[in-house]
């Protein structure tokens, strides 16, 4: 199985889980969010409210790694949160656009 985390953004940002057993054409996918185990690494950055979906709530300026685990895979987002912003961006470490250049972080 794999694991993947994928959120939307404004007013809240709210992520879900997906598992995906076997491959990207012929696997079987299924919605693990509340399945799922959610931890962040740093909660004075984010925390992770699991009510009716995964709400990240932005604490304090910084990075962090929210996981979420089932069936013993971690799916694993990158987030900061900037000074003064209440919203949790998602980031790709190493990430680069179209033409190579390295998409910057929004802080």
Partial sequence: MKNALACTYEPLTTCRAEGLWGNNLYGTRLDVTALATWTSDAQ???????????????????KAHVNATYD?????????????DPV????????????????????
């Fill in 44 to 62: 004075n950055v984010v925390d992770v409210l699991k009510v009716d979906n995964v709400t990240l709530v932005a604490v304090g300026p910084g």
């Fill in 88 to 107: 949790v961006h998602q980031f790709w470490p190493g990430a680069v656009d179209q033409f190579g250049a390295p998409i910057p972080l929004p802080c």
């Fill in 72 to 84: 013993g895979v971690t799916g694993i987002g990158n987030f900061v949160v900037c000074p003064g």
